[in-house]
């Protein structure tokens, strides 16, 4: 079982930034990537972006093309997506993911198997 515990969220003006973490402890050598997913209220969950555990080249999802940068910090066991020119469409829940992956990277959700319970981002005009 991996456990994971999302935080840095909070609520901000549009045009600013945050950086949102995502912390992975318990049996981490069941999963070798991890993603990060939003899903605002209403609206179907959507994958942000995902990273191989260690590795260095990130997939992003439609969603996440353009303001988003996913890194990690391995010693750490932390992976983080820092967004930048909020806007209030970015409200939503965020949450990140992790599982074993194979082959080509995934922001499909039905693609994970660990889930955090989430960090609210909410967006002002």
């Known amino acids: 079982q991996v456990h994971l515990v999302e935080s840095g969220g909070g609520s901000v003006q549009a045009g600013g930034s945050l950086r949102l973490s995502c912390a992975a402890s318990?049996?981490?050598?069941?999963?070798?990537?991890m993603g990060w997913f939003r899903q605002a209220p209403g609206k179907q969950r959507e994958g942000v972006a995902a990273?191989?555990?260690?590795?260095?080249?990130?997939y992003y999802g439609d969603s996440g093309k353009g303001r988003f940068l996913i890194t990690q910090d391995r010693p750490k066991n932390t992976v983080y997506v820092q967004i930048h020119s909020l806007k209030p469409e970015d409200t939503a829940m965020y949450y990140c993911a992790a599982d074993l992956c194979l082959g080509r990277l995934s922001t499909l959700a039905s693609d994970y198997k660990y889930w955090g319970t989430g960090t609210q981002v909410t967006v002002s005009s």
């Open positions: 990273i191989y555990i260690g590795g260095s080249n990130p």
């Open positions: 318990g049996n981490i050598l069941s999963a070798n990537c």
